[in-house]
């Protein structure tokens, strides 16, 4: 699991796809949009569909597009069930994935990563700065 940090959000899509492309596998994405919902436990879902999904056709890549927004720290006064259900459901998903190496490339793109909850940054192997891109 690769953390991509780009300048530009219209290119971090064509880039990840790129990736995927070139190493030959099915290419998924999240945006914060898809992965929430006015109903609580759709966004829950929606993360492990795309993960059932990704497992049915790898080897893939399931590309976080501006994961800071949805997966930032973990504030229990301010967070609602439904954030945290999809937060858990993330987390739980990526815990998955890395434990059946070389089904399942998650890379994501976040604007402020230093925002990102730290159990989720935890998850990520490797940060690429935008000087590497």
């Known amino acids: 699991m690769m953390h991509i940090r780009y300048s ?16 030959q596998c099915t290419f998924f994405s999240l945006s914060p949009s898809q992965a929430t919902s006015k109903y609580e436990g759709d966004g829950a879902k929606a993360i ?4 059932a999904q990704a497992r049915l056709h790898s080897p893939a890549v399931i590309f976080l597009d501006k994961v800071d927004a949805l ?5 229990h006064d301010e967070e609602n069930g439904a954030s ?11 815990q998955s994935a890395s434990q059946q190496p070389g089904r399942v490339m998650v890379l994501a793109a976040a604007n402020r990563p230093f925002d990102l909850d730290p159990a989720l940054r935890r998850r990520f192997q490797k940060v690429l700065p935008p000087a590497l891109l």
């Open 8 to 23: 530009k959000s219209d290119q971090r899509p064509c880039c990840v796809q790129a990736v995927a492309s070139e190493a």
């Open 84 to 94: 945290r259900q999809v937060k858990t459901q993330l987390l739980l998903q990526m």
């Open 71 to 75: 997966f930032g720290q973990r504030c």
């Open 48 to 51: 492990c569909s795309l993960f």
